[in-house]
């Protein structure tokens, strides 16, 4: 009915970017709040960034400065655009969506996940 395809992870070195995309598709009627979560290896999913249909944004302490969310919501798509990586930043990436679908349900949708590997 309605999903979520990621694009953009691999492998980065120490101090390098990296855009993550995630775009839905379906029956789509509204997207309202939009962001990504990461779970690096034997840890928690934890919360990135978030950003709302009206571009409020709240970012975890540890990436502000260094990450920015942005979307296209002619294109119903949500980026992440991740400079300086760490190798702490090193994770399973993954998108998220709060949407309103054309029969008006409220659907969480999640992304595939995508590898980000920082390390020279």
């Known amino acids: 009915q309605v999903q979520l395809v990621e694009s953009g992870g691999g492998l980065v070195q120490p101090g390098g970017s990296l855009r993550l995309s995630c775009a839905a598709s379906?029956?789509?009627?509204?997207?309202?709040?939009m962001g990504w979560y990461r779970q690096a290896p034997g840890k928690e999913r934890e919360l990135v960034a978030t950003?709302?249909?009206?571009?409020?944004?709240e970012y975890i302490d540890s990436v502000k400065g260094r990450f920015t969310i942005s979307r296209d919501n002619a294109k119903n798509t949500v980026y992440l655009q991740m400079n300086s990586l760490k190798p702490e930043d090193t994770a399973v990436y993954y998108c998220?969506?709060?949407?309103?679908?054309?029969?008006?349900?409220?659907?969480?949708?999640w992304g595939q996940g995508s590898l980000i590997t920082v390390s020279s």
């Open positions: 950003i709302t249909s009206t571009n409020i944004i």
């Open positions: 998220n969506a709060v949407i309103m679908t054309t029969g008006y349900s409220h659907l969480e949708v």
């Open positions: 379906g029956s789509i009627f509204r997207i309202d709040l």
